[in-house]
């Protein structure tokens, strides 16, 4: 069964500090990869996605996140974090024969202290 | 404008009791979905909807029947309420085709006491 596996559940960083957040899927077919963000006591939002072409995608908010094929994983990243970027973050697949089914991970809250 | 609407936002009920939640969609999408949030926010695919018709119906007790009257439409019906079913219930929707991304409402709280 496909599975979604997000590496860190909880991540403390100081303002100012980089971010990774790792991501990592077990389909081997085409998919389609995105981060969502959701911030405290509201919906999920995409920060960015992955389709086709440039590994290297950029999202908003400074995000930007790199599809490496040979390692199923589609890390996200930010240089410098802010205390807004406080929220819980989930990285979702969908396959390409799915139906439109996004798998997501079991997320990854990231709290950035002042 | 509101892309994706749930109401109510927020549910507080008695066990056994039946309950409903509506969603709707003004984005022209043609799949519709639940997916429900527990208290550790794990997010899983509940059932999902393509045209008014039920594609995805994952491992859900049948208390709970997703009814699309429309394709813009996808309301959330659960029978006999258990204090298990307390959670963050999120509509979303999306284009099928490759590269779509989901768009979700704001989310119902659900309360079950």
């Known amino acids: 069964a496909q599975s979604v596996s997000q590496h860190n559940h909880h991540v403390i960083l100081s303002e100012a500090a980089s971010l990774e957040l790792g991501c990592n899927y077990s389909?081997?077919?085409?998919?389609?990869l995105f981060w969502y963000v959701q911030y405290p006591g509201q919906h999920l939002q995409l920060l960015l996605k992955?389709?086709?072409?440039?590994?290297l995608v950029k999202g908003i908010k400074g995000f930007e996140a790199e599809f490496i094929k040979s390692k199923f994983s589609f890390n996200l990243r930010k240089p410098s974090v802010q205390w807004s970027d406080t929220a819980e973050y989930f990285c979702?697949?969908?396959?390409?024969?799915?139906?439109?089914?996004?798998?997501f991970g079991d997320g990854t809250t990231l709290t950035v202290k002042p | 404008d509101t892309a994706v609407s749930q109401t109510p936002k927020y549910l507080v009920t008695q066990m056994g009791n039946d309950k409903s939640i509506k969603c709707e969609q003004n984005?022209?999408?043609?799949?519709m979905y639940w997916y429900k949030q527990d208290s550790k926010k794990f997010l899983k695919i509940m059932f999902s909807?393509?045209?008014?018709?039920?594609?995805i119906n994952e491992t859900v007790p049948n208390r709970f029947s997703p009814k699309s009257p429309d394709k813009a439409h996808l309301n959330l019906h659960i029978n006999s309420l258990e204090l298990g079913d307390s959670a963050v219930y999120f509509c979303?929707?999306?284009?099928?085709?490759?590269?779509?991304?989901?768009?979700f409402g704001q989310g119902t709280r659900l309360t079950v006491v």
């Open positions: 979303a929707s999306s284009q099928a085709s490759q590269g779509a991304e989901a768009f």
């Open positions: 389909y081997g077919g085409t998919v389609n």
């Open positions: 992955y389709f086709s072409g440039d590994p």
């Open positions: 979702a697949v969908k396959r390409e024969t799915n139906a439109g089914k996004s798998t």
């Open positions: 984005l022209g999408h043609d799949t």
């Open positions: 909807y393509n045209n008014k018709e039920l594609i």
